[in-house]
């Protein structure tokens, strides 16, 4: 075998095998993002359950706000709150989540357009997310007018 052959046969040898230190590599990649997925998932359910563990007794406090609120000139008898007082606000903050959906899909929208690098069909896709999005901003902005509307009439907010 002369030498032209052995460097070919090196040149083979290193870019067409994988050699040991990249089974390596690729194992540590993969138990890395197992354990960055574990410890992420971990992370988030203690800071959910951390949550209920430290807001109890926070919430036991009375901190003297209601002798602040009478000083301050509001009232604390507090109202009973009312069917319709509770759906208005389960409506409202249901509309306020999809808006924010919306809002969302209307950024994502945007951020594919300018990453279309002048692809005709990535830039055409993002203008029609970006056009549902905006649709959809104006017909949760329409249902949240007309839903406080009717339940400010119910509720005796508008006068007759």
Do not use: H
């Not at 046969?9 to 997925?37: H, Q």
């Not at 959906?101 to 970006?130: H, P, S």
């Amino acid at each position: 075998m002369n030498y032209g052959a052995k460097v070919v046969s090196a040149y083979y040898l290193i870019f067409t095998e994988k050699s040991s230190c990249d089974i390596i590599t690729a194992n540590n990649f993969k138990i890395m993002s197992i354990f960055l997925k574990s410890f992420l998932s971990l992370f988030l359910v203690s800071l959910c359950l951390s949550f209920f563990v430290f807001i109890t007794p926070v919430a036991a406090n009375d901190y003297s706000l209601g002798t602040f609120a009478q000083r301050s000139g509001y009232s604390t008898s507090g109202t009973k709150a009312s069917l319709e007082g509770t759906i208005q606000l389960i409506i409202n903050a249901a509309l306020s989540l999809t808006s924010v959906f919306f809002l969302l899909l209307a950024i994502y929208a945007g951020v594919r357009w300018m990453t279309a690098q002048g692809n005709a069909e990535d830039v055409t896709k993002a203008q029609e997310t970006l056009k549902a999005a905006v649709i959809g901003l104006i017909i949760i902005s329409a249902s949240y007018a007309v839903t406080t509307l009717v339940f400010n009439s119910l509720l005796g907010k508008i006068p007759t």
